[in-house]
């Protein structure tokens, strides 16, 4: 970590800041290290980010249901702002103010005589945070390992920049940081080793009605030859890329690759509803029947009305007939292949299989004051 720290404090700038997310069993050298780096003077807060969820039942400890936060500014002066992220007095406080007893979270007013008044914005939050991982949000969750709740990385971003600054995650993961930085008006740069990790923070701006476009992703396949590579060398890494030229959500496999899931609106019969394609890679290439038998298999299990392939190769006749036999779906008096094909050479020349269907948007509108769990102070 200390190399890519010093990378960092190298790029801020000097009003910047920086929040460290460590599990507890590190955070205490790297705090060290951060010392070192940034200065000892520079440390602002140790945020503990609590959450709550099972145990084992053999434990002989207390559970351990908190992450650690180190939050860091480059030199003296910083980013801070209070007001964007003040949250409500607690009911008791403001009970307490009315009775005239003096407590926390309140101003002097002028000409209001010793009473003071409190804050109508309410009062900066604590260092320690209670958000709901987003493992267990049924509305957030996108099924990567390392998600987080997105309210908690939109007090940080609203807290430490203003509209236009540049917000840089360097470890991306699901694009949370990515999507709060996009929905606050920051510009921002996004950095992680694997397609998943673009596949599933496109899809994440493709909610909020942003899409990306090819000159803003660096280090995907840009020719055949690469995307061959990419196929031989990480499979799973090759089907997230072809589910990212899509924009569609990532997810598992049984057998440990990785296909999309889309959402799109379908008319028939003068009544819309809510339609679902699958995407995935060929196990074959050229495809064969087993493609074609464990592509209808995927969609009973997903429950997808059409699916898309990827491969490189032209199948072979009896691939074709057998794909011709299949009934097709009917959209508005349209006809799709129940299964499609769509070949690399497309995906490289930038044509997708998402301009086939009319795309199903629900944009991810939230409030902080809602979607966030807090302690009552």
């Not at 804050?119 to 390392?146: F, H």
Request: with cysteine; charged share 25%; glycine share 8%.
């Amino acid at each position: 970590m200390a190399v890519r720290l010093v990378e960092m404090h190298r790029l801020l700038k000097p009003t910047g800041s920086i929040y460290l997310h460590v599990y507890p069993t590190a955070s205490h050298y790297l705090k060290m290290v951060m010392d070192v780096i940034f200065g000892g003077q520079h440390f602002r807060n140790e945020i503990i980010w609590c959450y709550t969820g099972p145990g084992s039942p053999n434990m002989r400890k207390f559970l351990g249901k908190h992450d650690t936060i180190l939050f860091y500014s480059k030199g003296d002066e910083w980013t801070f702002n209070r007001d964007a992220i003040r949250v409500p007095h607690a009911a008791k406080t403001a009970a307490n103010f009315k009775a005239g007893n003096k407590g926390s979270g309140f101003v002097e007013g002028e000409g209001l005589g010793e009473e003071g008044v409190l804050n109508s914005k309410g009062k900066v939050p604590e260092d320690w945070w209670q958000y709901a991982i987003a493992a267990r949000s049924t509305k957030e969750r996108l099924g990567y390992p390392t998600q987080k709740p997105v309210a908690l990385l939109e007090r940080i971003i609203k807290a430490s920049s203003n509209e236009g600054d540049v917000v840089l995650d360097p470890y991306m993961g699901s694009g949370n940081t990515i999507e709060a930085a996009a929905k606050y008006g920051r510009n921002w740069i996004g950095i992680d080793v694997t397609h998943h990790a673009i596949a599933t923070t496109a899809f994440r701006l493709d909610e909020l009605g942003i899409t990306l476009t090819k000159d803003q992703v660096v280090g995907i396949p840009e020719d055949i030859a690469s995307a061959r590579r990419l196929k031989v060398d990480a499979p799973r890494q090759f089907d997230t890329w072809c589910v990212y030229q899509c924009r569609a959500k990532p997810g598992d496999d049984a057998n440990g690759r990785a296909l999309g899931i889309r959402l799109f609106s379908s008319i028939s019969e003068g009544k819309e509803s809510i339609r679902r394609a699958l995407y995935l890679s060929t196990i074959d290439d050229p495809p064969t029947m087993r493609d074609i038998k464990a592509a209808l298999e995927k969609m009973k299990k997903h429950g997808a009305d059409i699916a898309y392939l990827f491969c490189f190769e032209e199948p072979e006749q009896p691939v074709v007939e057998e794909l011709m036999r299949l009934k097709p779906f009917i959209d508005d008096h349209r006809e799709f292949p129940k299964i499609g094909l769509k070949f690399i050479r497309d995906l490289i020349e930038g044509t997708t299989a998402e301009s086939l269907i009319s795309p199903h948007r629900k944009k991810r509108l939230r409030s902080l004051d809602t979607q966030s769990e807090l302690f009552e102070a």
